[in-house]
């Protein structure tokens, strides 16, 4: 079975809560596992909110890295959703378990984009001379 991408749900709990409502370390963590899966970074966005909590997303060409905190529970939400299979988003999680402290983390992995049942591998990315103009 191929799929066009993976997608892992990160449970982060039992996380450090100062770094979880520390701005600079929650981006500067979504952005090294970015680094550490091999992913290309396209652009980064972060919020935080009053008087706690973080959301914010990395968005890489192979697709995004996402997370919204919740220190006051030392818990955090984390989705990492990678096309193709050049991206090693299990390198970013086991990176941001470590980053957050968590001593209790969950891992969930789904398929997405399974849109063939043939035994060849999907692209990932449409190549320009692929592209037809509809008129």
Same mark, same amino acid.
């Given at each position: 079975?191929?799929? %066009?991408?993976? &997608?892992?749900?990160? !449970? ?6 100062? +770094? ?6 929650? *981006? ?36 995004? %890295?996402?997370? &919204?905190?919740?220190? !006051? ?6 989705? +990492? ?6 991206? *090693? ?47």
């Amino acid at each position: 079975m191929h799929a %066009l991408g993976t &997608h892992l749900l990160v !449970e982060l709990k039992d996380c450090n809560r100062e +770094i979880l409502k520390d701005l600079k370390a929650v *981006k500067d963590a979504m952005v090294s596992a970015a680094r550490e899966a091999k992913a290309t970074i396209i652009d980064v966005s972060f919020h935080e909110f009053s008087p706690f909590g973080i959301s914010g997303m990395v968005v890489i060409a192979e697709s995004h %890295l996402s997370i &919204h905190t919740w220190p !006051e529970y030392g818990y955090a939400a984390v989705d +990492i959703f990678t096309c193709g299979d050049v991206i *090693k988003p299990e390198e970013a999680a086991r990176y941001l378990i470590e980053r957050f402290e968590s001593r209790n983390p969950s891992i969930v992995e789904m398929k997405r984009g399974i849109i063939s049942h043939q035994n060849e591998k999907l692209p990932h990315k449409v190549c320009d001379a692929q592209l037809q103009m509809v008129s």
